[in-house]
């Protein structure tokens, strides 16, 4: 376990500049010694003087804007990380669940899926116009009259755990990363051999048209081995690179796109499949299955090139 002041210098050094990271590490570390010193010296324990330096320099986003000259005003620094926070929280979370509710009714009121779809994203689009207008002018407003947030306190207890600046990638995340892609790729020959719907000879029926096997199948799961391959080089780099983040993009488009293209030419499905599920020839329930798979991947497309970036960015800044 890393010391209380290993873990808040890494949550400080995380947030300033790169080039400037050794020389603040170094002066930082150099302050919390001598304060830390002077209360032995006066015959305060080690551990309690250390708890109680680090909790009155205070949070190290904080601490780490200052270093960089970055000023915490867009609200003021009283609210500006909690309105950060959730800010970040919402946009991550109700344009894509509202786009996705929406384009999926108007599939399921009669809309073309391509309608939908631009209905929906549409609609996520106003969304986070919406929340990021009421959400900065409630702490605004929340500024201004000095109303009371009642956050709990920031102690040295919310330091994350330390983790190198340069490598944060847990071996534990790659190999759920990978474990999901090896899951995926099994159910392609798997939906093929042993589906659950079969004919009327007892014969599995493939779920997705087995024409696909000529190209497109084949390739989608070579394209799920590079991803693998991916995952491990970002874990032997130990975070997003730009270079890394230009080919985890061109994998997604490779992916993405023509699973789209399958969807929206209404050749994913094998025909047959569609004829025995009874639910999939009901209504325009086949048309939503659909919408949902192209919501599904286009959000997915757009969410993990914005998290990535993000990540590539922070690091290299």
Known sequence: MSSLTDRYLAATLRAVPAPRRAEIADELRASIADMIDGRTDAGQDRETAEREVLTELGNPERLAARYADHRLQLIGPAYYLAWRRLLRLLLAT?????????????????????????????????????????????????????????LPRWTVDQLPEDRPAGRGVPLADTAVSIAALVLLIAFLPWQHFRSWVRDDGGDHI???????????????????VAEIVLQVARHRAGRWTWPLVGAKVTL??????????????????????????????????????????????????????????????????
Do not use: C, K
């Open 94 to 150: 109700v344009p894509i669940a509202i786009g996705a509710l929406v384009a999926v009714l108007d599939a399921v009121d009669g809309d073309s899926v391509g309608s939908a779809i631009g209905v929906g994203v549409t609609t996520g689009i106003e969304v986070v116009v919406q929340v990021a207008f009421w959400v900065t002018l409630t702490f605004a407003v929340v500024e201004r009259l000095s109303l009371p947030l009642h």
């Open 252 to 317: 997604d488009l490779a992916f993405a796109v023509p699973v789209a293209w399958l969807v929206l030419t209404d050749r994913l499905l094998n025909p047959e499949f569609v004829q025995r599920v009874d639910w999939l020839r009901d209504g325009a329930n086949l048309d939503v299955v659909y919408t949902i798979a192209l919501v599904a991947v286009v959000a997915s497309l757009v969410r993990n090139t914005v998290a990535i970036a993000a990540q590539a960015r922070r690091r290299a800044a």
């Open 206 to 224: 493939p779920v997705l048209d087995p024409a696909l096997w000529r190209f497109w199948l084949p390739a989608l799961i070579a394209l799920l």
